[in-house]
């Protein structure tokens, strides 16, 4: 009968600990049921310019890694596969509603470290940024194989509008110096 009290506690910490994690996921679903679910793929796509298999992690806020999107199942990871399209991204989703990243909406693409759920080594996730019906967010997903990485991550970027580089920031402005 010694045994019985610490195991009655151990059991109602377990209980409060996961009816607290319901309660705060039941809050950020009230929090964020404005944002509209992402739109639909195509029905006919292009011929994929790249597939990978992998880990669909998380869609957050764009630039806040923690703050998870929950609404339309964005929060839950899942097996996937990602594949580059002309038209955009796909990432199907076992068990989840397949996403679709247009063409248009894709503002940018990088690797990172982690997101909310999911932490990897160094540039160990790919990260789509783009734009939820007018809400910025990150999208990750991290390949099975590395060397898929950094094909997904190029083919990506080629659907992504070029982004100014560096030795175009810094081209000496003579006009500019006279005035």
């Keep these: 009968m010694d045994w019985l ?24 679903l009230a929090r964020q049921r404005d944002i509209p679910a992402p739109s639909p793929a195509p029905e006919t796509l292009s011929e994929p310019r790249y597939l990978a298999n ?10 806040d890694w923690l ?6 199942g964005l929060g839950v990871k899942s097996n996937a596969t990602a594949s580059v399209h002309d038209e955009g991204i796909l990432i199907v989703r076992s068990g989840a509603r397949d996403l679709f990243i247009s063409r248009s909406d894709l503002r940018a693409v990088r690797l990172d470290r982690g997101m909310a759920g999911k932490f990897v080594e160094k540039d160990g996730l790919v990260v789509f940024t783009w734009t939820l019906n007018g809400t910025a967010v990150d999208t990750g997903f991290r390949t099975r194989e590395a060397a898929a990485r950094t094909r997904l991550l ?12 560096t030795s175009q920031a810094q081209v000496h402005n003579p006009t500019k110096d006279t005035q």
């Design 67 to 72: 703050d998870r999107i929950a609404v339309h």
């Design 5 to 28: 009290m610490p195991v009655a506690i151990s059991l109602g910490t377990v209980a409060v600990v996961v009816a607290l994690g319901a309660l705060g996921w039941r809050a950020r």
């Design 54 to 63: 992998g880990q669909y992690v998380v869609t957050t806020t764009a630039g």
């Design 154 to 165: 190029d083919a990506a970027a080629a659907l992504a509008p070029a982004a100014p580089s």
